[in-house]
T-cell receptor, first 115, second 116 residues
Framework: KAGVTQTPRYLIKTRGQQVTLSCSPI?????VSWYQQTPGQGLQFLFE???????NKGNFPGRFSGRQFSNSRSEMNVSTLELGDSALYLC??????????????FGPGTRLTVL | AQKVTQAQTEISVVEKEDVTLDCVYE???????LFWYKQPPSGELVFLIR??????QNEISGRYSWNFQKSTSSFNFTITASQVVDSAVYFC?????????????FGTGTRLTIIP
C-alpha cells in the first residue's frame, strides 16, 4: 500500500505570492490533517478535512486555507506569503472510522521557503 | 487546553550509553492517547508508539522502552545501548480520544545526537 504523498517536496516563493500544497492520503483513508513545523513554534495543527469538509481548525490566520476533493486528496493554500510562513508542512491521513482508534500516517512533508 | 512539555531541547550521548527523553503532558480529558514520533533529517515523522490513558503498563520494544505514569503525567522514552542511527529529533504528542478529533498536540521536541 502506498504511503501518504505530498507534492511538491520543496518550494521557494517570494513574499506576497500564494502557494498551493498537495497531499494524497493512503488509499481508503478519508481524513487528512495538516501541520506546520517551524523552528520557533514547533509542530502546530492547521486543520483537518473529512468528507470534503473542514472538521477542525488550529489557530492560524485566514491566509491559510484548504480543501478536500471527493477522492480524499487535499490541498492547502497560503495566500500573501510572509517570511514567517517558511516551514515544513506535513500532512497526515487516517481512515477516520467510528468505533475505534484511527491511526494517522504522516507524509514526507513539503518544505516551503519564502524569500 | 492540552499541552505537552519536552524540557530537554538537546541531548548528546556517546554511543552505547542509555538515554531517557522526558515528556510531561497536561489535559483535562480522562481518556487520551500519547505518542512518540521520531523525525530523522529527511523530515518525515516516524511513529514509534501509542499509549491509551487506561493502559499504564510499561512497554519494551528492542532497545526502546516507555514509562507511562499517570500520577505524574509523564510518558518518558528510554533508548538502551544507543546507536548513531538513533540520532534524530523525538516528539511526544497527545490526542483526545473523542471520535472525530484527529488533532495531535506536539511537544517542542528533543534533538538527540549519538556521538560515535
Amino acid at each position: 500500500k502506498a504511503g501518504v504523498t505530498q507534492t511538491p517536496r520543496y518550494l521557494i516563493k517570494t513574499r506576497g505570492q500564494q502557494v498551493t500544497l498537495s497531499c494524497s492520503p493512503i488509499s481508503g483513508h478519508r481524513s487528512v490533517s495538516w501541520y506546520q513545523q517551524t523552528p520557533g513554534q514547533g509542530l502546530q495543527f492547521l486543520f483537518e478535512y473529512f468528507s470534503e469538509t473542514q472538521r477542525n481548525k488550529g489557530n492560524f490566520p485566514g491566509r491559510f486555507s484548504g480543501r478536500q476533493f471527493s477522492n480524499s486528496r487535499s490541498e492547502m493554500n497560503v495566500s500573501t506569503l510572509e517570511l514567517g510562513d517558511s516551514a515544513l508542512y506535513l500532512c497526515a491521513s487516517s481512515p477516520r472510522l467510528a468505533g475505534g482508534y484511527n491511526e494517522q500516517f504522516f507524509g514526507p512533508g513539503t518544505r516551503l521557503t519564502v524569500l | 487546553a492540552q499541552k505537552v512539555t519536552q524540557a530537554q531541547t538537546e541531548i548528546s550521548v556517546v554511543e552505547k550509553e542509555d538515554v531517557t527523553l522526558d515528556c510531561v503532558y497536561e489535559t483535562r480529558d480522562t481518556t487520551y492517547y500519547l505518542f512518540w514520533y521520531k523525525q530523522p533529517p529527511s523530515g518525515e515523522l516516524v511513529f514509534l508508539i501509542r499509549r491509551n490513558s487506561f493502559d499504564e503498563q510499561n512497554e519494551i520494544s528492542g532497545r526502546y522502552s516507555w514509562n507511562f505514569q499517570k500520577s505524574t503525567s509523564s510518558f518518558n522514552f528510554t533508548i538502551t545501548a544507543s546507536q548513531v542511527v538513533d540520532s534524530a529529533v523525538y516528539f511526544c504528542a497527545l490526542r483526545e480520544t473523542n471520535f472525530g478529533n484527529e488533532k495531535l498536540t506536539f511537544g517542542t521536541g528533543t534533538r538527540l545526537t549519538i556521538i560515535p
